[in-house]
């Protein structure tokens, strides 16, 4: 937010200039280090697993290509935009598996890319981050699973240099871009930061057995993961230390079907960091509204999803899922005074998801076990 609208003037005196500079730096040392002390967070959180728990990964049952983006709808309060893509799959661990284990055990790998801009054009923090992450799942019971995940990753946070500086005024014509800043060589805008994180989750899934092996007609899950367990030195300044705090995630859910055309997901998330929280709790339903002809699982289905994020936005969301395709757009109403400054604009967020499934299991052995994605 300080980078944002941040002009140094100019004055006539060295000793004016001087002075700016210095409140500058203060206000950018102590200002940028708040900004970038929280971790990106979806409001479609299930449709970006690497984000929410590394340990999900292993529920991957063929390739699977994920596209996130979140934006900001009144570009002229404060640009806003986060795109993610993540390309997963199952491996085939043989030497993980013993003897007739082969279904009860199951390993994913997924790599992830996203950027993050916060903004305008005169001021811009940008974030770069590529996260490699590896899950492993085993079957405790017939119904319980657990899975244990780990991910290491790689962000670089860079500051734009499109500032205006009161050395680029010029008396009588104003600020000259094509002159070179007198303080550019004191700053590093570059970050370079390493981070490990792992999440662990607890199954109670029978959406696989058959009617009359099922003891209750529902699935369930709670997870839980920290992110930047390594808490990594964040700043953009060679003798200052700004180390990046960790992230707790805590998330879980019921997945409820009355029948085989309706299934309603009741689900929480809690975040935590630097002092921070988060809760969302909401619901996602899932409507066969048209069954495929064929023996393909080739449906076309309707998602619906509504949640509360505490003291901040309602978050409303509307989606399709057809055969091997997942869509989802979701729109945050800000209910806090922020929506007072933002002229009572939101969040818009689009998830797009393609999946595809091993020739020799047509059908999804597990099926859905959390909400959306």
């Known amino acids: 937010m300080l980078l944002n609208h941040i002009y140094i003037r100019a004055y006539s005196s060295k000793e004016s200039k001087k002075i700016s500079f210095v409140i500058y730096l203060f206000l950018l040392v102590f200002g940028i280090s708040r900004l970038v002390a929280q971790d990106p967070v979806f409001s479609q959180y299930y449709a970006a697993p690497s984000f929410l728990n590394p340990g999900m990964i292993s529920d991957v049952q063929g390739l699977e290509v994920t596209i996130n983006s979140r934006l900001n709808t009144n570009k002229e309060f404060s640009q806003y935009n986060l795109n993610h893509v993540t390309i997963a799959v199952p491996l085939n661990m043989a030497f993980l598996y013993g003897p007739g284990m082969r279904h009860d055990h199951r390993t994913g790998l997924a790599l992830s890319a996203y950027r993050e801009a916060t903004g305008n054009e005169n001021g811009k923090l940008n974030t770069l981050g590529f996260i490699l ?149 909401g619901a996602y339903t899932n409507i066969r509204t048209f069954k495929s002809s064929k023996e393909d699982g080739n449906n076309f289905n309707t998602i619906l999803g509504v949640w509360y994020r505490f003291g901040d936005s309602f978050i409303a969301s509307l989606g399709t899922h057809i055969g091997q395709f997942k869509f989802a757009v979701s729109y945050d109403f800000n209910t806090s005074n922020f929506k007072i400054n933002n002229h009572g604009k939101g969040t818009c967020e689009i998830s797009l998801k393609y999946s595809i499934v091993n020739a020799k299991n047509k059908r999804l052995e597990r099926g859905l076990i959390y909400p959306s994605f």
């Open 133 to 281: 992450s590896f899950s492993h799942c085993i079957q405790l019971q017939r119904e319980h699973y657990l899975s244990l995940g780990i991910q290491g990753g790689y962000v670089n946070k860079h500051i734009s240099d499109d500032f205006m500086w009161g050395s680029q005024y010029v008396e009588d014509y104003g600020y000259d871009p094509d002159i070179i800043p007198s303080v550019s060589d004191l700053l590093n805008l570059n970050a370079h930061i390493g981070t490990i994180s792992a999440g662990l989750v607890y199954y109670y899934n029978s959406s696989s057995m058959l009617d009359y092996f099922k003891k209750n007609n529902f699935d369930a899950f709670l997870g839980v993961s920290v992110y930047n367990l390594n808490t990594p030195n964040q700043s953009f300044f060679d003798n200052v230390t700004s180390e990046l705090p960790l992230q707790t995630k805590v998330h879980g859910g019921i997945k409820y079907s009355t029948n085989k055309k309706f299934y309603i997901f009741p689900n929480m998330l809690w975040v935590h960091q630097n002092g921070n929280n988060q809760i969302n709790i």
